[in-house]
């Protein structure tokens, strides 16, 4: 059974970094059949997607958050890193992660999500 654990500060001032990890157990970041996303759902609103990385380590980004995101991998501790920078209180949201299954394109296990407040 896969489980996905997401973990990092709660609070984070604005202007600074947010930075997530989600550690992986019971399956290989690096199997082939599955990419490692990363969405988040702000108060009152739907889920956004973020991004993810592939298998091999290559990564794709919403347009609209390309600029500030970065996603990365540690294949030794099994884990998967969101770097979000600049953040203002619009980032204020519950943080995902998730497992894409390549072929079906579906998000098929998720995290119990992570509370990120933006805020002075």
């Known amino acids: 059974q896969v489980q996905l654990q997401e973990s990092g500060p709660g609070l984070v001032k604005p202007s600074q970094t947010l930075s997530l990890t989600c550690t992986v157990s019971g399956g290989s970041i690096t199997n082939n059949d599955y990419y490692w996303g990363w969405i988040r759902q702000p108060p009152g609103k739907g889920l956004e997607w973020i991004g993810y990385?592939?298998?091999?380590?290559?990564?794709n980004y919403s347009p609209s958050l390309k600029s500030r995101a970065s996603i990365s991998r540690d294949t030794y501790k099994n884990q998967v890193t969101l770097q979000l920078s600049s953040v203002t209180p619009e980032d204020t949201a519950v943080y995902y992660c998730?497992?894409?299954?390549?072929?079906?394109?579906?998000?098929?296990?998720w995290g119990q999500g992570t509370q990120v407040t933006v805020s002075s």
């Open positions: 990385i592939t298998y091999s380590g290559s990564t």
């Open positions: 998730a497992r894409l299954e390549v072929i079906a394109t579906t998000y098929d296990y």
